[in-house]
């Protein structure tokens, strides 16, 4: 899925080419490895997932904690810094090669100001993120790794393989010899 269908299909709308839409949208390409937001940046860019895995990291005082993957079909940013322009706290790094499109922030600005589909578009976006982080806060406190393992594992069993074990540990916030555990008795 391109950014202009997924755009089609939250907005119900028809745009019928990027040409026609009210910002430019450009395409980028990740390395597995390569840094796509780095810890201290500006975040001026949201991203549209068309294939390819990024992890979200956060620092604690003594580690980096996994705040999140985004996968296919899915939009991400260092979302606060890029609402209030501020330094990001985390870093979003490629697990695998990526192909992603690129809204630069400045133009969707600009595109808010005249246009109440991306105003729309950008509401909805919000709504997502919101309810997503919320969830996965709930999770956290309502359900035991093993329980949060299922869900990841029902909900994108095609990414699974493609993460390393210690980071979906590391997600979960458990050690990686607790998920083997848990891996072993969901697949048996």
Known sequence: MTFLEFYNEILNTSVASYEDFPFPVKKSHFKKGEV????????????????GIVEMTIKSYMSEKI????????????????????????????????EMEVIEREVLMQAYDFSLDVNKFGRIMTEYGYI???????????????????????????????????KIAKYLGIHPESLSRIRKKLHS
Do not use: W
């Open 132 to 166: 997503r982080k919320s969830n996965r806060e709930k999770d956290l406190l309502t359900k035991t790794a093993e329980e949060r393992y299922a869900e990841m594992f029902h909900t994108h069993s095609q990414y699974i393989s493609n993460i390393p074990v210690n």
């Open 67 to 98: 705040v999140d993957f985004f996968f296919k079909k899915e939009m991400f940013c260092g979302f606060t810094s890029f609402l209030d322009q501020q330094p990001t706290d985390v870093q979003i790094v490629a697990l695998i090669d990526c």
């Open 36 to 51: 796509v937001t780095v810890y201290g940046q500006i975040e001026d860019s949201l991203y549209f997932m068309n294939s």
